[in-house]
């Protein structure tokens, strides 16, 4: 089997670490592996077991003799430091929103289009943690029964906002814990994580969605390559470490499809776990799926006055096959179908 | 202006509490009150504004001259002593689910049907919380442009569990803070309320819909007094003191209708203030609306797809407007129509 020279761009976010991470525990046919990051984190050591890493700053020499080059440093980096990396022969695989929309990028999750893998012009680009969830839980009916409109809200966990975010959040909870957790002191000027709700991820768009609102939205339609899916989404901070949860109403093409349809065309699907056993209070949360691989879905109900109407509670590790995780899997395609 | 001997049942609880603040913070015509609690309550003293209140046991001998009774102490306590509460002479609000969907019991939001509580027949129902913001934000939309469908997906606060969720969610804060708040440790076996999430509140129904989504479901049918309004639910858990949160999307029964049609008929009722400005990042949280009266809405967005389709993002203090106020407004509104 061939091994491969690996690049990390932005090793020493949460994101990045949860790569080098994976590589490992996927056992990702690795030659050598490159950190990469910005010039402040230039010169930190990471260690991965007992093993040291030098970081280096991340700059358009950075890509020589690299085969698959993972972004994941925030999309002004990749819009700056894609084109160098493609143009020195790496095959990048960009977890940042930089290209994802562009007609010619593959936006691939390996389970659902694989098969867009082979048109990639040097990129392949890695779908948003929360739109990876959705379409992956989605496909399986999609290609079942069809779907013709999804109303999605989302539960976000702070580990979705980086490093930054869990710091802000830890140091709000220790100053609310401070001061005793009186509920009546802990009301804020501004907009905490902590014992709170943001309805708003990203920056607002024109239309007064938000930009992560747009991601679910237009990703998922490309994803799913249906143009006309009938899909919108709220998208809520909830103060929780890690996992992304979805609260998601779909409403299928098909008539007469019961939930055991809908049970059994999911737990055929490899990535997809079901917990759907209400009567011993079974359902997915996301302490349960943090730190794990799969996709966990619970709390499926025929709606009670449609008929192709159905509700899911989808539970995912943002990090892990909301990010990293996914990343790791294009690549493994990327060998499998032999594009690399 | 008359006063009235009021009794509260469950009166060593946060909605008992929550009640007996607002009668005073209201200037409710009071001549006597008397808390009722358990057996196992009785004889601790409550202080409000430095006076004493002692905490007699709840019998069916309790309500002799009493003229208003608030029932807080849950469903089974209602069912055994609201009988002989109604039979001593007293007006009963009952803050529990009891008899709520008994055809003959007025079920009020005095903002939206105090017109039903003319046909009383000794006692009026509140509400449940996640309903009351919900009927109360949608009910001047339903008179204006008509409501078809509604899919709501909650985000409810630990206060909405009692006293007893709100000590066992700090205890576990405090838990997680010795082990220093490290996320890999924060996996526990059982579902902790804090740093997740629990797509369940109160127990499955047959149709594996909680109690809670079914009461939102049938209570909103009642109150705003259509059978035939579609309508579901998702209830989840999260860990914030105090609060409800709502994801809503609507369809309107009216074509042609915009966001700035909503925003007008929303503002003009006197509850609703309107917190919906994308632009300067303003939109309500439970922090923001914890202790405050009125029920706040904000990310007012049409749906992308779908002309008659709203999304909208409601947020009200659960143990207030959600509870204790409205009983209070119930009170009010029975004096005003001259029924008590």
New interface residues.
Partial sequence: MNKYNIAIVGATGLVGRKILDCLFKENFPIKTIKLLASKRSAGKLITHKSKEYLVEEAKQSSFRNIDIAFFTAGASTSKRLVPPAIEAGAIVIDNTSAFRMHSEVPLVVPEVNSHALKKHQGIIANPNCSTIQLALSLSPIQKSYGIK?I?A?T?QSI?GGGSES?NKF?NE??SA?KKD?K??E???ED??FA??????IDD?TD???TKEEMKI?NETKKILEDKNL???A?C?R?????SH?E?V?IEVEKASVN?KDIMTCLSEHPSIYLVDD??N?K??????T??REGIYI??I?K????DK?F?L?I?SDNLLKGAALNSIHIGKALIKEGII
Wanted: charged share 15%; glycine share 4%; aromatic share 14%.
């Fill in positions: 409109r109303v809200s539960y580990s869990i830890k909870i220790l814990v957790l509920i009546d802990l009301v804020y907009n905490p014992f709170n709700l943001i309805p708003q607002f239309n007064e969605y939205i009938q899909i919108a709220t809520v909830v103060p929780v470490f890690n949860s609260s109403y939930k209400p009567k209070q359902y997915p949360t996301p302490l349960m943090s730190n619970g709390r109900r709606d009670p006055d449609i109407g509700h509670w539970v």
